[in-house]
């Protein structure tokens, strides 16, 4: 006897759902994430931390968001991922403003910090998902090892550790911190 096939979510069903922890919306079909844990989520609010302090003396508006926003990748089956850091600039969002549900616009910047149960093929393919949507650069926080991987359009993907300092001149105009930064405290 055949069964019958899965009905496929659009995003906009997946907005009006809630969920008992994370998950992503992956060709129309919603995949739980394992909780984090704790230092992924130190790492996160230190990397929203420095981004917003840096919001306060930037020349042009950005919108800093974590771990709560979903990113529209395709559709038709629909794909949506929950980056955990993100950056946009806020004259290229309709209205100036975040959306309730989810952001339809690549962000400027995605960040994806390592948690214990992930995968670099995981990873991999969410930031090759970011950058074919258009963000301009992806940074994964590696908890493990106390790296920072950065990934920027049409260029070789480069590793910076403890001691080191991240810059994103081109996408966040005056942006610096040192790796350690990240960090602290975890």
Same mark, same amino acid.
């Given at each position: 006897?055949?069964?019958?096939?899965?009905?496929?979510?659009?995003?906009?069903?997946?907005? %009006?759902?809630?969920?008992?922890?994370?998950?992503?919306?992956?060709?129309?079909?919603?995949? @739980? %994430?394992?909780?984090?844990?704790?230092i992924h989520g130190g790492v996160c609010v230190n990397i929203?931390?420095?981004?917003?302090?840096?919001?306060? =003396?930037?020349? @042009?508006?950005?919108?800093?968001?974590?771990?709560?926003?979903?990113?529209?990748?395709?559709? =038709?089956?629909?794909?949506?991922?929950?980056?955990?850091?993100?950056?946009?600039?806020?004259?290229?969002?309709?209205?100036?403003?975040?959306?309730?549900?989810?952001?339809?616009?690549?962000?400027?910047?995605c960040v994806e910090v390592t948690s214990p149960t992930d995968?670099?093929?995981?990873?991999?393919?969410?930031?090759?998902?970011?950058?074919?949507?258009?963000?301009? @650069?992806?940074?994964?926080? =590696?908890?493990?090892?106390? %790296?920072?991987?950065?990934?920027?359009?049409?260029?070789?993907?480069?590793?910076?550790?403890?001691? =080191?300092?991240?810059?994103?001149? @081109?996408?966040?105009?005056?942006?610096?911190?040192?790796?350690?930064?990240?960090?602290?405290?975890?």
């Amino acid at each position: 006897m055949a069964t019958a096939p899965t009905k496929l979510i659009t995003v906009d069903e997946f907005e %009006q759902m809630s969920f008992e922890g994370p998950c992503d919306l992956v060709d129309g079909e919603i995949v @739980e %994430q394992p909780m984090p844990g704790g230092i992924h989520g130190g790492v996160c609010v230190n990397i929203a931390f420095l981004l917003k302090l840096w919001v306060r =003396d930037a020349a @042009e508006e950005f919108w800093i968001g974590s771990n709560d926003v979903y990113i529209l990748i395709e559709t =038709d089956p629909d794909r949506v991922r929950g980056a955990d850091v993100m950056a946009i600039r806020k004259s290229r969002i309709e209205g100036g403003r975040l959306p309730l549900g989810t952001l339809r616009v690549p962000p400027d910047l995605c960040v994806e910090v390592t948690s214990p149960t992930d995968r670099w093929t995981g990873i991999h393919e969410k930031v090759a998902e970011y950058i074919r949507i258009g963000v301009k @650069e992806v940074w994964v926080a =590696d908890v493990s090892e106390r %790296q920072v991987h950065v990934y920027r359009e049409n260029r070789a993907p480069f590793i910076l550790t403890i001691g =080191d300092e991240l810059r994103s001149d @081109e996408v966040l105009p005056g942006f610096t911190c040192p790796v350690e930064e990240i960090f602290a405290g975890v």
